[in-house]
């Protein structure tokens, strides 16, 4: 029963990571998509069955040991560089990025001497036998990354959650928050369960031993769903505004084109049929250039005339425009997924 929620965790997994293909090749969201590659391959090694089919591909040597601790390093790394875009003002920094990298590689080369410099007999992902305190610190290397990572994220949702108005975004960083503190419990009873055996210790209650097992397929699980319902927002706020702007500039391209009929140089804007211009891109940055070259049109020629259709068409597009620029700044930088960025 257990191997079969582990496998449906996994195809959920590579599903999400999979949706996630088609934004990273047009340069979108390539952030959360090595965050949930750099996840699913972890998740997939915990797995016995991956685990085992993918040591033996590497000669069953329990390289893939050393595979698993660094894939969750950088997907430690990964993750906290989304949280970071997501609830900082400044998105993530250069700063930032060069403290996730040398940190990153850092801790990959500790492991990397701990594990090549020893002679360890694992028997399995999870094994460290009586007075293995070299493997011990290796997997500490990992667990407190992991539980330093859990805390923060659970931070920065409590603090985003207060700035949020939006019920879906709410449910989504409690989601996330409940993801990181089941990671942490288990992170915490993986490091007591390590030094118990490294002690000596033989003896795990079932209770301890549920949990453990239970963890791993509830953390992903949630913060699957979380992070996923966050994306969702943001592509639907996205196909919602696109929409409204493709609609508007449909619009008022018969306005500019009668008011900048004899004046072209007031325009930067290349003639385009109506037609052409839906099947473009950058919807929104081409009703923003021709609403103010309207503007300034009739700035410039305050004789002209408006019907009474055409005055409430630019109301409605400047009305537009300035709830676009408000929700950019109001909301978290994941969330900006509008066509006024993107353009």
């Not at 509830?218 to 929409?243: H, N």
Request: contains cysteine.
């Amino acid at each position: 029963m257990f191997a079969l929620i582990e496998y449906a965790v996994l195809a959920a997994l590579w599903g999400t990571t999979l949706l996630l293909v088609p934004s990273a090749l047009r340069g979108k969201r390539r952030l959360l998509f090595w965050f949930m590659v750099a996840f699913a391959v972890t998740m997939s090694l915990i797995t016995d069955g991956p685990y085992a089919f993918v040591d033996g591909l590497l000669g069953g040597v329990d390289l893939t040991y050393f595979v698993f601790h660094a894939t969750a390093i950088i997907c430690v790394a990964l993750f906290d560089c989304l949280i970071q875009t997501a609830v900082s003002k400044d998105g993530l920094t250069s700063t930032r990025k060069r403290f996730a990298l040398w940190g990153v590689t850092g801790l990959i080369l500790v492991q990397a001497a701990l594990f090549f410099t020893s002679g360890w007999k694992i028997d399995n992902i999870q094994f460290i036998g009586p007075g293995n305190w070299s493997q011990l610190v290796y997997s500490f290397t990992t667990w407190i990354a992991l539980i330093v990572l859990a805390i923060s994220t659970m931070v920065a949702c409590s603090t985003d959650y207060k700035r949020q108005s939006d019920t879906t975004l709410k449910t989504a960083l409690v989601i996330i928050f409940a993801g990181c503190a089941v990671v942490s419990l288990y992170v915490v009873i993986q490091m007591g369960v390590a030094i118990n055996r490294a002690s000596g210790g033989t003896h795990v209650s079932v209770i301890v031993d549920s949990i453990s097992v239970a963890c791993p397929l509830l953390a992903p699980v949630l913060l699957s769903v979380g992070l996923g319902l966050r994306l969702l927002v943001g592509v639907s706020r996205s196909l919602s505004d696109a929409g409204r702007s493709r609609r508007l500039l449909w619009k008022v391209t018969p306005l500019w084109e009668r008011l900048l009929a004899d004046r072209p140089e007031l325009s930067i804007e290349a003639p385009t049929s109506r037609l052409a211009l839906c099947f473009r891109g950058s919807h929104a940055l081409h009703l923003h250039r021709r609403y103010v070259e309207v503007r300034d049109c009739l700035l410039l020629h305050p004789d002209q005339s408006l019907s009474a259709r055409e005055v409430k068409l630019i109301q409605r597009i400047e009305q537009h425009i300035r709830q676009a620029s408000d929700a950019s700044r109001g909301t978290t930088n994941d969330s900006r997924t509008d066509e006024y960025q993107n353009a």
